[in-house]
């Protein structure tokens, strides 16, 4: 069993940025594949970003080239840092893990194991 627990979410103004970060419990983090989903309300949980075991990333095309996915290992903590942050951006953002062999990225809600609480960012305009 894997517990995640995000933190850093807060409210900022349009333009501003945010770091989240999440940590994992267990001690074989470095074979999972991480994920940061976002859900705003009354809308469906979606893909924002994947990193895996040997740091490559991928994208939604909202967030490419405003946010960042990466991972410290020694840490057992996958972090998000989001510039340019736009009002569209307000949501529960949630972190997502699973175990890899192929160490392929995923981008599905369905794909991942295991999930934290969520927290909450705001983007005021």
């Known amino acids: 069993q894997v517990q995640l627990v995000e933190s850093g979410g807060g409210l900022v103004q349009a333009g501003g940025s945010l770091r989240l970060s999440c940590v994992a419990s267990?001690?074989?983090?470095?074979?999972?594949?991480m994920g940061w989903f976002r859900q705003a309300p009354g809308k469906e949980r979606e893909f924002v970003a994947t990193i895996g075991w040997s740091g490559n990333t991928y994208y939604a095309d909202s967030v490419k080239d405003r946010f960042t996915i990466s991972r410290d290992n020694a840490k057992n903590t996958v972090y998000l840092q989001m510039n340019s942050l736009k009002p569209e951006d307000t949501a529960v953002y949630y972190c997502?893990?699973?175990?890899?062999?192929?160490?392929?990225?995923?981008?599905?809600?369905?794909?991942?194991?295991?999930w934290g609480q969520g927290t909450q960012v705001t983007v005021s305009t």
């Open positions: 997502a893990a699973d175990r890899t062999i192929s160490g392929a990225l995923r981008t599905t809600v369905g794909t991942y194991a295991y």
């Open positions: 267990g001690r074989t983090f470095s074979s999972y594949v």
